[in-house]
């Protein structure tokens, strides 16, 4: 069994914008190296920022994000830089036109200086194939790729560092579905492969039930819920999830819940609503819901949520 702690973000207050979102509120974010952790929920919802600050990208007004046992602060900015990685959702932009293929997935080598020239080539050449594309694949540029393969390039540049943590920003989001199985399937060989740690965000439910051990569902900047993903899609207890899972198509159409429709707009993070932040949009909202903030409970599935109808009523 590992324990290793990869990153873990407690009671933090993230900054967006101007104002400040409570992101994650009296709640560990953990996510065990080798396994992924995924963040879903509408945009907007405050999960970039999220990942962002897990990165150190953001800062963190409350709270503070471990990797690897020790704060952010205290890691060695130059190695955190490598330990971890961000993957982005738009693998068009994310490419710099003009540079080979090659040379894009060698930049961080050269930037570390790591290896002999010879080396970094090895590596550039290793790379490819790891991600199922060609050698020769290195001296073309991105405009003679499909999203998919540039998507590929992507994840190769990544990995040219060695890193522990994978922050991965909607990486499929901008693909076909077909394509996206593709490079989901890639990600979840490497990582057993490499013994990655994903952080996956998605807005999509069912890319995120395919690659993660562990989920945790945002709205407006709070967890609703969070637990191990087998758990919680088999049975989510958060009126939002179960809203957000009756919108998946099932394989088995016998067992498809019926379509929740939710209605109204995401309300701004700057200003929730008060009580739930659900409750505008709740289907079960109830009195007690404009009023109280439900906080996460801990159910002995192993899932915690974020809602009075699965608080104790002595509470
Ligand atoms: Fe709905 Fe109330 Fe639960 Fe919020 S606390 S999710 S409004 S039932
Ligand atoms: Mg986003």
Known sequence: INVTKHFKVTSGLLGLQSGTVRAVDGVSLQV?????????????????????CIMGLEKVTGGEVIFDNKTLAGWDQKKLRRSMQMIFQDPYSSLNPRQKIGSIIREGLDIHNIGSKEERREKVNYLLQLVGLRSEHGNRYPHEFSGGQRQRVAVARTLALDPK???CDEPVSALDVSVQAQVLGMLKDLQTQLRLTYVFISHDLSVVSHISNKVAVMYLGRIMEIGPSKVLFKDPKHPYTQALMSALLLPDPTRQPERIALTGDLPSPMNPPTGCPFHPRCPQAFEKCRNGRPELMALDTGVQVACWLHTPSEL
Do not use: F, M
């Open 32 to 52: 065990e190296q080798g396994e992924t952790l995924g963040l879903v929920g509408e945009s907007g919802c405050g999960k970039s920022t999220l990942a962002k």
């Open 165 to 167: 943590l994978i922050v």
